[in-house]
């Protein structure tokens, strides 16, 4: 008989918890087999922590981890995927806007012999023009630049084989994005397709200044196009400096009257030093990541849990 563990991290989710457990947990009942259900409290502010030790104190398949800050969900995500014990895992947003019916339809794929089954949203309901067509760009210039087949329209609503959760958990860069790293491990992949309805209850929290840094944390890491890309630059312009001064001599030695040069010049040097210091930003943000790697801090500390201890 196998075993499931769907891991849920939640941030201020007071609102949506009870109603993210009474929609769940018949639907796992229903499967016929075993799991548990692992909330990551990711430093809540609100009832969220009260709630969850409420419905673990009434249910031993409900298990907790709380946070001693906030630490985002990337980080939550990986701390399920670490105190998981399940054969197979799968991943949900708190607030119902991963529809649990489309993780039994999951759980047949994995049943068929997928090890990562991703939710595809067909249609995203109540969501900003702005967040989708940065969604929409971003992943498109990712997967340029990274040369990684990270799906479309996919985000971390996914099943995960244990091996594959395996594989995961043996990567152990600080910065991280899990659906880039679930793209790198391979393993056979398939897709259930879904339409993404509004949260249930609340608001995001993805403030512009997280979905930047989730955006480094999927580009950074997975490749070397923007250490690379100050070399090519740097070639350009120097091409450039060298075809102009070649025809400027050309000219002064023909006689020829050449007026304005003076003009580009201001343009001429904003330029230089504006690819300059963007390509020292760039590489700055690699070194930030190394030196991030090296610090080895923890990505995440717990204050508490509940229902680990058997
Ligand atoms: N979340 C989290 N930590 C954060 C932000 C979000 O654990 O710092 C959780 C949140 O509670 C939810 C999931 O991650 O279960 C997705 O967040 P949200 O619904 O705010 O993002 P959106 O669906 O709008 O992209
Ligand atoms: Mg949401």
Not at 242 to 267: D, E, K, R, S
């Amino acid at each position: 008989m196998a075993k499931y563990s769907i891991i849920v991290p939640a941030y201020n989710e007071e609102k949506s918890l009870r109603l993210f457990y009474e929609a769940v947990t018949p639907l796992m009942e229903s499967t016929g087999e075993t799991y548990e259900m692992i909330f990551i409290n990711d430093g809540s502010t609100d009832k969220t922590q009260e709630i969850l030790r409420g419905l673990a104190g009434a249910d031993k398949r409900v298990k907790v981890c709380n946070f001693s800050r906030n630490f985002g969900q990337q980080a939550a995500l990986l701390c399920g995927l670490e105190k998981a014990s399940g054969d197979a895992v799968i991943a949900m947003d708190a607030d119902l806007q991963d529809p649990p019916e489309v993780a039994l339809q999951m759980i047949e794929k994995w049943k068929e012999g997928y090890e990562i089954v991703h939710g595809r949203r067909k249609k995203r309901t109540g969501e900003t023009v702005f967040k989708k067509a940065t969604a929409y760009l971003y992943y498109r210039f990712m997967r340029k630049i990274t040369k990684m087949d990270v799906p479309k329209d996919v985000g971390d609503f996914k099943l995960y084989d244990r091996k594959v959760v395996n594989a995961i958990l043996s990567m152990g860069e600080h910065d991280r994005l899990l659906r880039a790293q679930a793209a790198w491990v391979g393993f056979k992949q398939t897709f259930v397709e879904f339409e993404r309805p509004e949260r249930i209850a609340g608001e995001t929290h993805y403030t512009l200044k997280k979905m930047v840094k989730l955006a480094e944390a999927g580009i950074f890491p997975n490749t070397d196009y923007t250490l690379t890309l100050p070399i090519k630059l740097g070639f350009f312009l120097s091409f450039i400096s060298l075809a102009c001064f070649i025809v400027f001599t050309v000219l002064a030695c023909c006689g020829v009257a050449f007026g304005g040069l003076t003009a580009w010049l201001f343009p001429s040097i904003a330029l230089a030093a504006g690819l300059i210091l963007s390509c020292q930003g760039l590489a700055n943000m690699h070194v930030n990541m190394i030196y991030k790697e090296v610090q080895n801090r923890p990505k995440y500390i717990l204050s508490e849990t509940y229902n680990f201890d058997e």
